[in-house]
């Protein structure tokens, strides 16, 4: 299957309870050219994304920080839709709730042809809806989210570099207008006490006994 160089800069988290399913669909994204993370639990792929509660989390599976998600970069998650726990649609809609993952494509993966099910899982945000055994036909239908995922990336990224300069350049002005201030005001202090300095001789007459008499 024909893929540019740039497939492999796309990061894809599989999910999946099943070690046989989750071997299958890390093999044909490898095939396809993607980055692959595999965990067995909606758990799991929360705490790989940075939302996994910490009161949940096992000892032996540590929290993962919030910032973890933008470091690893994920592209695209897919998972079974049947899971022990945490189902694929409860993972769906903790990452379609979450402000910081939202425009993370998702598709569910079932066994299962149930209409309902599909349907539910559309409407709730899932971009494709994958039935059982996954074939490498259908990944190609990945490749249209994946695109969409990292150009809305990268405009967040343009977005926030665009704050920033702009938050740079004002800094500045505030800075050279700070250094512009001192330069103005010692001439205008000059000017007045000259102006007391000079009138100072004309507006009075000598001094008899201690008292100045006006003009």
């Known amino acids: 299957m024909g893929m540019s160089a740039t497939d492999s800069q796309f990061h894809v988290l599989a999910v999946d309870d099943s070690v046989i399913d989750r071997k299958l669909i890390e093999r044909l994204l ?17 705490e790989f994304l940075g939302l996994y509660e910490d009161e949940q989390s096992s000892s032996d599976s540590p929290s993962v920080s919030p ?19 945490m189902t694929g649609y409860d993972l769906l809609k903790k990452i379609k709730e979450s402000s910081s993952l939202r425009n993370i494509p998702v598709v569910i993966m079932s066994s299962e042809n149930v209409p309902s099910r599909i349907t539910r899982c559309l409407e709730e945000g899932a ?11 259908d990944l190609s239908r990945l490749r249209p989210h994946l695109m969409k995922s ?39 202090n000059n000017k007045r006490k000259a102006m007391e300095e000079g009138l100072s001789p004309d507006r009075t007459r000598p ?9």
Not at 129 to 134: A, G, W
Not at 207 to 215: D, F, N
């Open 30 to 46: 490898k095939t396809s050219s993607y980055q692959v993370t595999t965990v067995d639990s909606g758990s799991k792929a929360l």
């Open 67 to 85: 910032n973890n998600q933008q470091e690893v970069g994920v592209n695209l998650v897919i998972t079974d839709y049947c899971m022990p726990g």
């Open 127 to 137: 971009e494709e809806f994958f039935l059982k055994p996954v074939r490498l036909s």
């Open 150 to 188: 990292k150009s809305s990336n990268q405009n967040q990224e343009k977005q926030g570099d665009e704050s920033e300069n702009s938050e740079t350049q004002s800094q500045e002005q505030d800075h050279e207008l700070e250094q512009q201030q001192p330069q103005t005001m010692p001439p205008n």
């Open 207 to 215: 001094r008899y006994g201690g008292i100045a008499t006006l003009v």
